[in-house]
């Protein structure tokens, strides 16, 4: 997904000050628990842009959003500069940029996995095994769905490759072939 070339600069540049500072994972975590909050609660991104919300309440209402405590300073900076610069509204898709910034630098594929119903533990730890022979020595965040439409089996996203081994798949499958004859 292409954020914009603002969000992106400063992506970059919040990256190279994190991993100066030797807090780049932290600021990740961070920007993951804001990107979140900002998704759950759209009219986040509403306050952000709107300029009669006085900046101090905006950087709170960010640091509280993250998760952010009094020892994030390279955060703190991250949201005063923002702020300074007037570009406060684009902090989600800053924060969305770092998230791939950071992902491509330690080699760390999104993995979504969508089931008909809810996987138990020793299911989960079986698909995990599955990816995990896909991915080598990459690392990998799982989210899990469930959608009952799959009726059984599994779909597996990794970044932009998907698996589709649902029943509903193989029904639709079935359908074309036998359409085709």
Same mark, same amino acid.
């Given at each position: 997904?292409?954020?914009?070339?603002?969000?992106?600069?400063? *992506?970059?540049? %919040?990256?190279?000050?994190? %991993? &100066?500072?030797?807090?780049?994972?932290?600021?990740? &975590?961070? +920007?993951?628990?804001?990107?979140?909050?900002?998704?759950?609660?759209?009219? +986040?991104?509403?306050?952000?842009?709107?300029?009669?919300?006085? #900046?101090?309440?905006?950087?709170? +209402?960010?640091?509280? *959003?993250?998760?952010?405590?009094?020892?994030?300073?390279?955060?703190?900076?991250?949201?005063?500069?923002?702020?300074?610069?007037?570009?406060?509204?684009?902090?989600?898709?800053? #924060?969305? #940029?770092?998230?791939?910034?950071?992902?491509?630098?330690?080699?760390?594929?999104?993995?979504?996995?969508?089931?008909?119903?809810? /996987?138990?533990?020793? &299911?989960?730890?079986?698909?995990?095994?599955?990816?995990?022979?896909? /991915?080598?020595?990459?690392? *990998?965040?799982?989210?899990?769905?469930?959608?009952?439409?799959?009726?059984?089996?599994?779909?597996?996203?990794?970044?932009?490759?998907?698996?589709?081994?649902?029943?509903?798949?193989? +029904?639709?499958? /079935?359908?074309?072939?036998?359409?085709?004859?």
């Amino acid at each position: 997904m292409d954020q914009g070339l603002i969000p992106r600069r400063y *992506a970059k540049a %919040l990256h190279v000050y994190a %991993l &100066e500072k030797g807090t780049d994972k932290r600021v990740y &975590e961070l +920007l993951k628990q804001l990107s979140m909050s900002m998704e759950q609660q759209p009219q +986040l991104c509403h306050v952000m842009a709107n300029p009669y919300v006085p #900046a101090q309440d905006k950087a709170r +209402l960010l640091a509280t *959003a993250s998760g952010a405590g009094n020892d994030d300073a390279v955060f703190a900076d991250f949201v005063s500069l923002l702020i300074k610069n007037r570009r406060i509204e684009f902090v989600r898709q800053i #924060a969305l #940029a770092y998230l791939d910034i950071y992902r491509k630098a330690n080699n760390i594929y999104l993995v979504d996995i969508t089931t008909a119903v809810s /996987l138990d533990k020793e &299911e989960e730890d079986k698909l995990h095994a599955v990816v995990q022979r896909q /991915l080598g020595s990459a690392s *990998a965040e799982y989210s899990y769905h469930t959608d009952p439409g799959l009726i059984g089996g599994f779909v597996i996203k990794i970044n932009s490759e998907r698996l589709d081994a649902s029943v509903s798949n193989e +029904l639709k499958q /079935l359908r074309f072939k036998l359409l085709s004859n």
